[in-house]
């Protein structure tokens, strides 16, 4: 069985916006899409920027150094859908998110 461990509130992380977080050792980018949230690695395969910080548009994060973009939901690269960052599953408890790592 998976372990969920808590990132975040989800107070903290309005609709339309991202938050870094680390947990179990690594930094994850987490996403409220209108209701959903969504966590992926939060370093940008081009040049490692930080997912966390880009723009939310529907599903897809713009990185803020370059404008690669992710869909959140599958950690695909708009432009190369063979390019990832890695997805991970998430849960909400009460007012927590909860991740699986």
């Not at 903290?12 to 209108?34: M, Q, S, W, Y």
């Not at 490692?48 to 548009?57: F, H, I």
């Amino acid at each position: 069985m998976a372990d969920f461990v808590k990132v975040a509130a989800t107070s903290e992380i309005p609709a339309g916006a991202g938050k870094v977080v680390e947990a179990g050792g690594k930094t994850l980018a987490v996403f409220n899409c209108e209701g959903t949230f969504y966590a992926i690695d939060n370093t940008c395969k081009h040049r490692g920027g930080p997912l966390g910080e880009g723009s939310l548009t529907g599903k897809s994060v713009m990185c803020p150094w370059h404008g690669w973009e992710y869909d959140v939901t599958t950690g695909a690269c708009a432009m190369d859908e063979a390019i990832k960052v890695q997805t991970f599953p998430v849960k909400v408890e009460g007012g927590d998110v909860l991740v699986s790592l």
